[in-house]
């Protein structure tokens, strides 16, 4: 009865219903991009085939590991300013919009020096760079994170829904017509350019004509003080994250990162699912931490349970019909992505982990250890790659990814002292039976 009482109450209280509502938009529009990307991500890829749409995912993926630069790692900053400073957005908004707009420059001509050297062929040459390109839109992206920090982030999602309802029918026009690989790439870039439009309308029409023309030295040099470290983390990550796909081009071929992408697309597609699951818990969690020690380390413990076996829910499944599930959406073209499902779709307990230790190691003002183990994982993968990948083929690549997830999100907890007790507790959840017991108790 207490219970509903206290869910009564804060059904009436305006600011939980308010942030709610927030939430409520943004897991929404989370769940609708998931579902279109994966289905219209296999209908495309059905079309193009395991060389082309592997050609398309390695230039996706080379573009990504400079991603970083295009933001300078501005985007938390900027919500923490925002909230801070509320009168002075339009000088916020406006500094960081330009600083955005030069780092796009800094990215693209970083890609441009590394294609010149690099890249010979042609074709490959277009789809990077029309990829690439759509990074310079990325600088209106300040007006989500003004919504965000005004917990009004159903503007921005509005937008972004109105962008994958155009850009995903344009994407099925071109398979309907049979278009060249190049149409695809300038898909992508359309994603970003629409959504750009999108924004500027949106907060024309709820607050005011947008400030670009805005931009203060002084303040730009205060962002960039904060943001570079954020900004290497990034770089970090991008690497950490997209480099199987890229190497796997080097050292194979582009059907090899074809039939790799079509199953880490699959593997990916409900990775949002540990995301939200952290987000919505952990505040409960946190609740008890000045509380009693005990009952915190009690309910981080189930947290830990519920992130091991929920995924290990989705991969035993997965692994037993991965040679049915690429048959019936991929097609037989594909069909050696089934070894690289069955074995990728494991990844996902490790990323489950790393998600919800990641949150830990804030709480406990230790984010300084997730930059460590991001470093270690990007150090790890490319290594593991290429020692692997020469050995075992498109396998080796998988083998790589799960090796490198497994040490950053569960062993290298134990590499530091003050990490080491979550290690632990990490180790207790691996107990298929006290797990059980303690999330049904």
């Known amino acids: 009865m207490n219970i509903l009482k206290k869910i009564v109450q804060l059904k009436h209280h305006s600011g939980f219903r308010k942030y709610f509502a927030n939430t409520s938009w943004l897991l929404g529009e ?56 509320p009168e002075q957005r339009n000088n916020l908004l406006g500094t960081v919009f330009w600083l955005k707009v030069c780092g796009s420059v800094v990215m693209g001509t970083a890609i441009a ?18 990829i690439a390109l759509g990074f310079l839109f990325q600088a209106t992206n300040v007006v989500e994170f003004y919504f965000q920090s005004q917990v009004q982030s159903k ?20 398979v ?54 954020l900004m290497f983390a990034g770089i970090v990550v991008s690497v950490y994250m997209k480099i199987d796909q890229v190497m796997l081009k080097e050292m194979l071929d582009t059907k090899a990162v074809g039939v790799y992408a079509a199953a880490v697309k699959l593997c990916e597609a ?7 699951v952290t987000a919505s818990l952990f505040p409960a969690i946190l609740s008890t931490r000045q509380q009693s020690k005990s009952l915190y380390q009690d309910r981080l413990q189930k947290l830990y349970d519920l992130m091991v076996w929920g995924s290990v829910a989705v991969a035993i499944p997965t692994t037993l019909v991965a040679d049915w599930l690429i048959l019936i959406l991929y097609g037989n073209e594909f069909k050696d992505a089934a070894d690289v499902l069955r074995i990728y779709i494991w990844a996902g307990v490790f990323v489950a982990l ?31 790659n290429l020692w692997l990948i020469p050995i075992y083929g498109i396998k080796g690549a998988v083998f790589a990814t799960l090796i490198s997830y497994f040490i950053v999100a569960y062993v290298s907890l134990g590499f530091f002292k003050k990490t080491r007790g979550n290690f632990w507790t990490v180790t207790c959840s691996l107990n298929p039976y006290a797990a059980f017991r303690r999330v049904f108790q």
């Open 270 to 276: 409900w990775y949002f699912v540990p995301t939200v």
């Open 354 to 384: 790393g998600v919800a230790s990641s949150k830990w190691l804030v709480v406990e003002n230790l984010q300084i250890y997730s930059f460590y183990r991001t470093v270690l994982g990007a150090v790890l993968n490319i290594s593991c």
């Open 113 to 130: 020096a590394v294609l010149h050297f690099k890249v010979e062929d042609q074709q490959t040459y277009w789809l990077i760079a029309l």
């Open 30 to 85: 989370r769940v609708l991009r998931m579902a279109f990307s994966l289905f219209v991500g296999i209908y495309v890829a059905r079309y193009l085939g395991p060389e082309r749409f592997g050609l398309l995912s390695y230039a996706l993926s080379f573009v990504w590991l400079f991603s970083a630069l295009a933001s300078f790692g501005l985007e938390d900053i900027l919500v923490r300013e925002l909230v801070r400073r």
């Open 155 to 174: 503007f921005t999602v509005r937008a972004q829904i109105i962008q994958l309802l155009i850009t995903s029918l344009f994407k099925i026009y071109l």
């Open 176 to 229: 309907w017509y049979k278009a060249e690989l190049v149409w695809f790439a300038l898909a992508l870039m359309l994603d970003q350019a629409i959504v750009a439009v999108l924004f500027l309308i949106m907060y024309r029409w709820k607050i005011e004509k947008f400030p670009y023309l805005s931009f203060s030295i002084i303040k730009a040099k205060l962002l960039l003080k904060d943001a570079w470290a």
